[in-house]
């Protein structure tokens, strides 16, 4: 059978989903990996993104793991890890499902991937990825769809459940104008085989010049800020219309301080068993290393963020 006909053959039932949520650069990649490596949850790999138009006919035949592996092969040629921080790249490490619902419009960071639109592509592959991993819940991550869109997950899915993860503002911005500066002045050959907007924007040098100078600008951090306060102002003005037992919300600063408790209130949460090996290791902070049009930019726009560092205990400017 083709990939179609296996599809249609699906049982409608999605497995029980949970949304690991923040903005981007806030320590949701790692929580992701982390969840996924205890074993306790199926999770969104490479591989299932690639291949998802033949997940289901490589598993028939029974050619899923050669592959699992050629693809491997391919995603560790050259690169040691993803480019934007430490974690490893292959096959089958944690990915974000956005890679594969494509947005119209605007080149953005800041909107939402899982829309009206992408919403059955997003199904088909949850569909899939129970068929194929059976009935354990399924850990998704995609930063975009944190910013003002939650509620509509739960709106769909009123049984998932939620962990927002908050970083400090100024640590998330100048994370994220650091990493995407790094993605624009040198191909990340990783991220372009999996993002469609990244490889459209490495092949218009107009366009890839335009985006190198926003980056390194105080116009773009103040714009990303813009963005960020707008989806700290819509967090707080609904995420207390989220039922109690659905969400939970920490602190990435908190985690890296203590994880292994955390990670067990987390696996509590979810009800799956605490993972038995300690995370402490794994934790590996950075100095923060203030980019000038960042600090600008932060400097000009904090007021507006003044309610969302007071809900999480966040002095103005973190310790450095």
Not at 62 to 69: D, H, K, M, N, V
Not at 106 to 125: C, N
Not at 140 to 152: I, T
Request: hydrophobic share 40%; aromatic share 10%; net charge negative.
């Amino acid at each position: 059978m083709n990939e179609e006909s296996l599809s249609a053959a699906l049982e409608p039932e999605l497995p029980p989903l949970v949304f690991v949520l923040g903005a981007h650069r806030s320590g949701t990649t790692f929580l992701h990996q982390v969840l996924a490596d205890t074993g306790h949850y199926s999770f969104v790999q490479p591989y299932d993104l690639i291949h998802f138009d033949h997940l289901l006919e490589f598993a028939a035949a029974g050619r899923a793991e050669a592959e699992r592996a050629a693809l491997d092969v391919e995603l560790r040629s050259g690169q040691a890890n993803r480019g934007l921080d430490d974690l490893a790249v292959g096959a089958s490490v944690a990915e974000e499902y956005g890679h594969m619902l494509p947005k119209e419009g605007e080149f953005s960071f800041f909107s939402p991937s899982l829309t009206d639109a992408s919403r059955p592509r997003f199904e088909l592959l949850c569909r899939k990825k129970r068929a194929l991993d059976g009935h354990r819940p399924l850990v998704l991550k995609n930063p975009d769809d944190f910013y003002s869109n939650f509620m509509r997950l739960h709106e769909w899915y009123p049984e998932a459940r939620m962990v927002f993860l908050h970083r400090h503002p100024l640590a998330v911005l100048n994370s994220h104008m650091k990493a995407w500066s790094r993605l624009l002045e040198e191909r990340n050959l990783y991220f372009s085989r999996l993002h469609a907007h990244y490889r459209h924007l490495l092949e218009n040098e107009r366009e890839l010049a335009f985006f190198r100078q926003v980056m390194k600008s105080k116009a773009g951090a103040g714009a990303a800020l813009g963005k960020l306060s707008d989806a700290y102002r819509f967090y707080l003005e609904n995420v207390e219309r989220l039922p109690e037992s659905r969400y939970l919300s920490l602190r990435y600063e908190d985690v890296c301080a203590e994880p292994d408790r955390h990670l067990a209130a987390i696996s509590q949460f979810l009800g799956q068993p605490a993972p038995a090996v300690s995370l402490r290791e794994a934790i590996n902070t950075r100095p923060l290393r203030l980019l000038p049009s960042v600090e600008a930019a932060y400097e000009a726009g904090a007021a507006g963020l003044s309610e969302y560092l007071q809900r999480f205990g966040y002095e103005r400017m973190p310790a450095f």
